[in-house]
T-cell receptor
Framework: ETGVTQSPTHLIKTRGQQVTLRCSSQSGHNTVSWYQQALGQGPQFIFQ???????GRGNFPPRFSGLQFPNYSSELNVNALELDDSALYLC???????????????????FGAGSRLTVL | AQSVTQPDIHITVSEGASLELRCNYSYGATPYLFWYVQSPGQGLQLLLK??????LVQGIKGFEAEFKRSQSSFNLRKPSVHWSDAAEYFCAVMNTGFQKLVFGTGTRLLVSP
């Protein structure tokens, strides 16, 4: 089975610009979550998508938005970039709890290698 | 609100020595608990998880963790550390109603020869 793939791996933007990060889910997974990991910190939950709709959101402003596509891949969009947006952005896929056989298997998130964003 | 505390920012262990990384969580009910490892420039790899049942769980790479409800802890252990274990280790908690992980700030493990 293929894992979670993210692109691009690295990118540099300037303040005020917009960025789109992409994620392909692990085969068989239908739920995608995005996390922001600032330098020296643990990952922070941004939001989750299930059935192409936002299914929960962390403490991030509306300029962070996302999409999920019918093939379960996802995008994270950040508008009006700020210096503090510099971070590693991690995508994780999982199987929704209703769909998982045995139930608990749904609670395992598989992470991609991340996209490192630098805002100058 | 859920939270995770990893009190040790850095730990240095000699190769071959035993390891214990501490994790304390705050959550109203029995949580789902996880340990992830992150090597430099890499994403997160799941080491082990606890959902219910036996409080001692085995993971990959020879790691194990013990859930202690009375202490709200989920400490990670390994009997003999290898140089390749040098990495950042994150403890995380997930509530039973939503697939959101809350991570600690991580513990960086250094392995000395």
């Amino acid at each position: 089975e293929t894992g979670v793939t993210q692109s691009p791996t690295h990118l540099i933007k300037t303040r005020g610009q917009q960025v789109t990060l992409r994620c392909s889910s692990q085969s068989g997974h239908n739920t995608v979550s995005w996390y922001q990991q600032a330098l020296g910190q643990g990952p922070q939950f941004i939001f989750q998508y299930y059935r192409e709709e936002e299914n929960g959101r962390g403490n991030f402003p509306p300029r962070f938005s996302g999409l999920q596509f019918p093939n379960y891949s996802s995008e994270l969009n950040v508008n009006a970039l700020e210096l503090d947006d510099s971070a590693l952005y991690l995508c994780a896929s999982s199987l929704d709890r209703q769909g998982a056989t045995g139930g608990l298997g749904a609670n395992v998130l598989t992470f991609g290698a991340g996209s490192r964003l630098t805002v100058l | 609100a859920q939270s995770v505390t990893q009190p040790d920012i850095h730990i240095t262990v000699s190769e071959g020595a035993s390891l214990e990384l501490r994790c304390n969580y705050s959550y109203g009910a029995t949580p789902y608990l996880f340990w992830y490892v992150q090597s430099p420039g890499q994403g997160l790899q799941l080491l082990l998880k606890y959902f219910s049942g036996d409080t001692l769980v085995q993971g990959i790479k020879g790691f194990e963790a013990e859930f202690k409800r009375s202490q709200s802890s989920f400490n990670l252990r390994k009997p003999s550390v290898h140089w390749s274990d040098a990495a950042e280790y994150f403890c995380a908690v997930m509530n039973t109603g939503f697939q959101k992980l809350v991570f600690g700030t991580g513990t960086r493990l250094l392995v000395s020869p």
